[in-house]
């Protein structure tokens, strides 16, 4: 396999940064602090179920069908609720701070079927592009994460997981199995109490 040679000209480097956008397995926009969108990738159009080539002029809240913006008659921005859209308050703090801001998301969405949660993880970084200020929104669909927490059966004595073949595990060794989770162990100021007072005991029971 022969290594491709790099861009040689600004349209060739707009074309790499576009195919690597459009390549990004979440949904990515290019944002302001108003929520106006100017850009979006090819994930994020079939979540929206939008053409790639569309030219926008609308803000994230109308696009995501946020239930807040769709039942504000100025749309995205002019809901009571709106000054509180964790994804504003993001883009707000990553554009004063200069840094990236992350954190996790429930947005409520007007769908044909009926209003459905989105829970998602959100990165929300600030750039500069020919003198202007721009947001970078990655968001990262959490359905299935929020699904297992919902649906994993769990010993309510022992506190083992249940899996699809109906064997019991210890809850370390399901989420280092599945995910690669590994757990550091300590005491809470409850148990550390407990502990301690068992300790106690039976060095008293000693004398």
């Known amino acids: 396999m022969t290594n491709s040679a790099p861009p040689t000209n600004l ?8 195919t690597v956008f459009n390549a990004l397995p979440n949904y990515v926009f290019v944002i302001d602090t108003d ?36 039942t504000a008659s100025g749309g995205c921005g002019q809901s009571e609720a709106c000054p509180q859209c964790q994804i504003r308050k993001a883009a707000t703090t990553a554009m004063k701070s200069g840094s990236a801001v992350r954190q996790h998301i429930r947005l ?72 690669g989770i590994s757990f550091s162990h300590g005491l809470c100021p409850d148990c550390f109490e407990k502990e301690r007072e068992k300790i106690e005991n039976m060095q008293s029971g000693r004398k």
């Open 11 to 18: 349209d060739e480097g707009t074309q790499l940064l576009r």
């Open 35 to 70: 929520m106006q969108v100017y850009d979006y990738n090819v994930t994020a159009a079939q979540l929206l179920g939008l053409n790639p080539q569309m030219k926008l002029s609308h803000r994230t809240g109308d696009l995501m069908r946020c239930v807040n913006a769709l």
């Open 108 to 179: 409520i969405r007007e769908m044909p079927a009926g209003r459905s949660d989105f829970f998602a993880r959100i990165t929300v970084a600030p750039f500069a592009f020919r003198s202007e200020r721009f947001l970078l929104l990655i968001i990262e669909d959490m359905a299935d994460i929020v699904q297992l927490r919902e649906l994993i059966p769990m010993c309510s004595v022992c506190k083992k997981l249940s899996d699809d073949t109906h064997s019991w595990e210890q809850l370390e060794a399901y989420f280092e199995e599945r995910w």
